[in-house]
Every structure is written in C-alpha cells, then in structure tokens.
C-alpha cells in the first residue's frame, strides 16, 4: 500500500480543501483513539471528537486565507505486518504571492498507521516546526549568549560600516574627525592633510574606476606605513587625513609626512603604469584643540607646497 500517497492526499484536504465536505471524506481514516500533536503548546489531541472541535475552530480562524505547498517529501517504513511509518517535510506559505507571505514556514511530520479490522488508520500524527535560529546542522536552539554575541557582533559590523569610507576602508569623513576629538582631547598631535597631485588626469585618462582604485591603494599603504596609534580617513574626493598623537617635535612629524610620501609613489598606482604623488600639510594641536581648526592649518601648509614643488610636505606656520 502506498502510504506516502495516503499522507499526501490528507495534507492536501487539511491545507488545500479545507472544506466540512472534504474534512469529512478524509477523516474516516482517523483512528477514534489517535494521538495528534501539533506545533503549538495546546495543540494536542488524544483522540478524534477533540481533533474535530479543533479543526471546525481552525476553519473559522483561517476563513479567507489560502495556502500553498511549496515543497514536500514523504518516505515510508513499514514497522510491522499491521504498522506503518511515514515522514518527510513540507514547506508551506500564503498563496498570496502579490502580497508579503503572512505564511511561510517548515514542517516536519511523522504520520503512523495502523491497520484496524483490515482498515488502516492514522493512530499518531506528530507535525513540529524547525527552530529558525537553531545551530547549523542541529537540531538544538542557540543559545541566549550565542543569539547575544551575533546580535552584538552584528551591531559592531553596522558601526564599522558607518564609520567606514566604502573606497578605501579608512574612516569616512565623520568618524576621522569623531576620533581626532577624542585622542586630542588627550593630549597633543600633528594633523595631516593629504592631497594627491593632479589626481583629475588619473580620472580623466584612465576613468573612474581606476581612479578608485587608487584610492583604495592609497588607503592600503597609509594602513602600512603609518603606527597602530595614528587614526586615518578620507575626507574628500582625492583628499586624507591622518592624525598622530603623542609626537614629540616637529621634525619626526614632518619625517613622518616624508616616509607617507615615499610609500604613496613606491606602490601605487604601477599596476596601471601611472606615477601617484601628494602634497601634505602639517599641523601641530595641542590638547583639547578643534581639529577643523587643524584642518584649516593644514590645508595652508598643504596648498604651499602645491604653489612650489608639490610631492613634499610643509609645516603650518601661524602668521606673525
């Protein structure tokens, strides 16, 4: 006897043909002494009168709402002559599909028959709907401190990538200046304002893809070149910054900009057969300093050198 095809046919009255007619045609199959358990804590049911009260509710409450079977397998096991297991996997959701699915899940099922005065009947229906956040390949639920730890881990990555500049992977223009507040609130540090010289005809001649590229270049080998203290950011087109806490005079600072310099026009831009250079302005804050102030500074000291040799860096120098 096929039972697979027996189950499937009652799946499909109870969530296809959810009529009195069609419940009354497929519940003769129903042992009066079955065991149903169903998904919910107060769906359980040992025997027939209580399975049908709870199908007539069912009907009303779910008047009007259509289903679909998206998905099913069944596989059968004969336990005995007079004994027959069968289980598999449905995956049903609202036949709606012009709206949002206000149904849409996965039941597992395991149907036993047993055969009554030569009459198979359904003596056990167990149905259960997987864990949606169950660890993968068990069948167990995660954890609270796991659920915590995604959700934390989750939310660190949302922060990253809104402090992030997409390009470059360097802080965007926002967060660079949120961290200079922070470490010059501190104590001192040198400012730096990077230009990439003549940085349109890259665009201009190459395109814009490869001016990205570039950039993203450009922010690799700041990572690389500069101390794990220093903070760097893009904070304009082809415009960084970096900030350097806890330099002593003005001399490393500026040897600092040189190495930046050498770094930029060693490794970037030769797989595109292009020579990269930059200006860079430097500037002193002291502890508890405005960093836009900074900026300001910089950006002096910055178009100085673009107005003399550019691929150098200056010092901003307060006017007497």
Not at 56 to 85: H, K, N, W
Not at 167 to 177: G, Q, S
Not at 212 to 226: K, P, W
Not at 309 to 318: D, E, H
Request: hydrophobic share 40%; aromatic share 10%; glycine share 6%.
């Amino acid at each position: 006897m096929d039972f697979c095809e027996m189950t499937r046919r009652l799946w499909r009255v109870y969530l296809l043909h959810r009529t009195p007619e069609e419940f009354a045609q497929a519940f003769h199959v129903i042992d009066p002494d079955c065991v149903i358990i169903g998904t919910g804590a107060h769906e359980f049911y040992t025997d027939s009168a209580q399975l049908a009260r709870a199908l007539a509710a069912e009907q009303t409450e779910t008047e009007g709402v259509q289903f679909q079977i998206v998905e099913e397998s069944y596989d059968q096991r004969m336990l005995g002559p007079d004994t027959c297991l069968v289980y598999g996997n449905l995956h049903i959701r609202d036949a709606d599909t012009e709206k949002d699915a206000i149904i849409d899940m996965r039941v597992r099922f395991a149907v036993v028959y047993v055969r009554r005065d030569n009459e198979w009947k359904v003596a056990y229906l167990h149905q259960s709907i997987p864990y949606a956040d169950q660890k993968e390949g068990e069948y167990y639920p995660k954890t609270l401190t796991e659920k915590v730890r995604e959700t934390r881990h989750l939310a660190e990555q949302m922060t990253r990538l809104a402090h992030t500049d997409h390009v470059t992977w360097l802080y965007n223009h926002r967060a660079f200046f949120e961290q200079c507040e922070n470490f010059l609130a501190q104590g001192p540090a040198y400012f730096m304002l990077l230009d990439l010289d003549d940085f349109k005809q890259v665009n201009d001649t190459l395109g814009h893809l490869a001016g990205d590229e570039v950039l993203h270049e450009v922010g690799t080998v700041l990572r690389e070149a500069l101390r794990r203290v220093d903070v760097a950011g893009r904070v304009g087109g082809d415009e960084f910054a970096v900030l350097c806490p806890g330099v002593e005079d003005d001399e490393i600072a500026l040897g600092i900009a040189q190495r930046i310099i050498r770094k930029i026009n060693q490794c970037v831009g030769h797989r595109m057969n292009c020579e990269i250079h930059l200006s860079i302005g430097v500037a002193r804050g002291e502890k508890g300093e405005d960093p836009r102030l900074l900026f300001q500074h910089a950006d002096e000291a910055m178009y100085q050198v673009k107005r003399t040799a550019k691929n150098n860096c200056a010092l901003y120098v307060p006017k007497p």
